[in-house]
């Protein structure tokens, strides 16, 4: 399996495809997998790179102070491992904070944005609810618990009552062969919730598109709406689903990805 130094880690990636680079960042305490159903669609015609964030999946876990700047750099520092000069890069959650400090501050190395369950800062209900999450991470829960903790607010009801789905949501997050470490996941926690990008929006000038899900709860469709109003050349679109939209209706956020990757970049 892939992995190369950075710094302080060693991180784990994967690739698919071929052409013009598309990097692929994870949230909280996701890894790599995160893709895994959009990995196929979105590596037609294109380098696909996903990898997994310090403290998450395969790469290194220090317990030490983790930042969204230090984890942007990461991202940079593998692009240059992979000798890529410039990728067009989407993040979920978490992933899309270190995709607006990576195109913020290595604004050279971004095409354009793709940025999903994302809100330029913590709203007050998302900062409570991480909180909340990684307290319990420090509590020794079962995953079958921590699932049951977490998914609320990450999928839609119709997803939760359906025995089958919610089953295999709670059979694959049990069986993860890579999940972070309790410490690690507290460390990515803090990291995110001290970010705020608010500031650095407008000169953020690379094309963006914001994907909010209709049901989600935990980032605030007007928060979504807020960043891509900030955002010189930014764009919203609403999906159907909660913040585990990527989950629940993949195909629908992927056919989003390709569309808005497939579009002309303005002259300038």
Do not use: C
Request: negative net charge; proline residues 6%.
């Amino acid at each position: 399996m892939p992995h190369t130094q950075l710094r302080d880690i060693v991180a784990y990636y994967e690739e698919a495809g071929s052409g013009s680079p598309l990097l692929l960042i994870a949230g909280l305490g996701g890894h790599s997998g995160l893709w895994s159903l959009q990995l196929r669609a979105l590596s037609l015609g294109r380098r696909a790179i996903a990898f997994d964030n310090r403290g998450s999946g395969r790469t290194s876990a220090p317990d030490k102070p983790y930042s969204i700047a230090g984890m942007a750099d990461d991202a940079r520092q593998l692009l240059d491992r992979l000798e890529v000069e410039r990728a067009s890069v989407a993040g979920y959650g978490m992933g899309g904070a270190i995709a607006l400090e990576l195109a913020a501050e290595h604004a050279d190395r971004v095409e354009n944005l793709v940025l999903i369950g994302t809100s330029a800062s913590p709203g007050g209900r998302q900062r409570l609810v991480t909180e909340g999450w990684a307290d319990a991470r420090r509590s020794n829960l079962s995953r079958e618990q921590a699932f049951s903790l977490t998914a609320p607010w990450l999928y839609t009801s119709e997803f939760l009552a359906d025995n089958q789905r919610r089953a295999q949501a709670v059979e694959s997050g049990a069986n993860d062969p890579h999940p972070a470490q309790d410490h690690a996941y507290a460390r990515q926690a803090q990291a995110f919730l001290a970010y705020d990008a608010t500031s650095k929006l407008a000169a953020i000038e690379q094309p963006a598109l914001v994907l909010a899900g209709e049901e989600d709860i935990l980032v605030d469709p007007a928060d979504a709406a807020a960043l891509a109003e900030a955002l010189p050349n930014g764009s919203l679109q609403q999906l159907p689903g909660a913040h585990a939209g990527l989950v629940e209706h993949p195909q629908a956020y992927a056919a989003a990805l390709l569309e808005f990757l497939a579009a002309p970049v303005p002259a300038g």
